[in-house]
């Protein structure tokens, strides 16, 4: 009952448009009526059944559409789908209305005033075709605007989580004491070896050049988001020297799926922040695909313990949301650090 009465708030106010329409189209055909025949008679339940009749078709429409669970496109497809709940709803009105007649006509022994002709057959179905052309349609209307904008809302709050990354992951990326380390590291390596020097300046510019062409990217391939993470560690590598270990596994390069930019940065970054490596206890961070990206990390424990409001985790998590309708999985325990990323099938992606 508390989900029925969810279900009227929710869509309260086409209801109630139902409802006022309702009278409007009974007084309309009441008065038409009238100056046919010169007599004006209303019954005041009259509406009250056409706005019962509107209300189912509204609800088996709506019902149709959930169950078939095709999603919205702003597409020639998208209209396709909404035509076949039309379709489907029409023809579930026309066995519901028809059977829950012939129910009460044979309960009150009226099945030959009902149904005793062809014309009267037709005739019912005629109307009963007109009434859910009428109210199908505004049904339709309804829940196509009703779905352009969660899908619009949807578009907004996708832009609004991306921004929020990309504003983070450039400040992190640009953070002068960021970049002050590692170009002290080059200046070290260049008078200490002038190839390891060379080889890290081609990381460094590699992973900026990236940065800078994904920046405004939904969607990457997968092996482009696993060679950045390569690149991002292996300079981390120079500045920790061991501390932290970053083992990826061959089966993780599917070439047929995309994910964010930056995502298993963000991870990557995240386990070397909030955990304190040795070179007798490493922090290891291992990828590897187990039903999407699955990054883990032993925990070590740091004696000054970095604080954080898990901005960036919650960005990802609202990342993936909108754009897969599935979350990403985290593990907290003792020992270990686990976060599961989603994949998304470039061939299914619209």
């Keep these: 009952m508390q989900s029925f009465f969810r279900y009227l708030k929710t869509h309260k106010a086409f209801i109630l448009f139902l409802f006022a329409f309702s009278w409007i189209l009974t007084l309309k055909n009441k008065l038409d009526f009238a100056t046919i025949i010169g007599e004006f008679t209303f019954h005041y339940d009259t509406p009250f059944w056409t706005f019962l009749n509107a209300f189912v078709i509204f609800t088996s429409i709506d019902f149709i559409k959930r169950k078939m669970k095709i999603g919205y496109s702003i597409s020639h497809a998208g209209y396709l789908n909404y035509s076949k709940y039309f379709v489907i709803g029409f023809a579930f009105y026309l066995v519901y209305i028809n059977l829950f007649a012939i129910i009460i006509s044979l309960t009150f022994d009226t099945f030959s005033q009902n149904f005793g002709s062809t014309y009267q057959i037709f005739s019912g179905l005629l109307h009963q075709s007109i009434d859910f052309f009428l109210f199908g349609g505004f049904s339709l209307a309804y829940l196509y605007h009703r ?3 969660n899908y619009q809302q949807r578009i907004n709050d996708y832009d609004a989580s991306l921004s929020k990354s990309k ?4 400040k992190a990326q640009l953070n002068p004491h960021f970049l002050f380390n590692n170009l002290n590291i080059l200046d070290q390596l260049i008078e ?7 080889d890290f300046l081609s990381q460094f510019s590699e992973l900026y050049r990236y940065a800078l062409s994904s920046s405004d990217k ?8 696993l060679i ?7 300079m981390m590598e120079k500045k920790y020297q061991g501390y932290y270990q970053l083992h990826i596994d061959n089966n993780c390069n599917k070439s047929s799926f995309l994910l964010p930019p930056f995502c298993l940065q963000v991870l990557i970054e ?12 490493p922090v290891i961070i291992q990828v590897s695909f187990e039903d999407g990206i699955k990054v883990t990390n032993n925990k ?18 609202k990342q993936f949301r909108l754009l897969t309708d599935r979350t990403i999985s985290i593990t907290d325990t003792k020992q270990s650090f686990t976060v599961v990323l989603p994949l998304i099938n470039m061939y299914r992606h619209d």
């Design 147 to 149: 779905e352009n904008i």
């Design 167 to 170: 504003i983070q992951q450039l």
């Design 192 to 198: 200490e070896d002038k190839e390891l020097a060379s």
């Design 218 to 225: 939904e969607l990457i391939p997968i092996e482009e988001e």
């Design 228 to 234: 950045f993470a390569k690149n991002y560690f292996e």
């Design 270 to 281: 995240n386990a070397i922040a909030h955990n304190l490596g040795t070179k007798e206890t």
């Design 300 to 317: 070590v424990s740091s004696l000054k313990k970095k604080i954080g409001n898990g901005l960036a985790l919650k960005n990802l998590s």
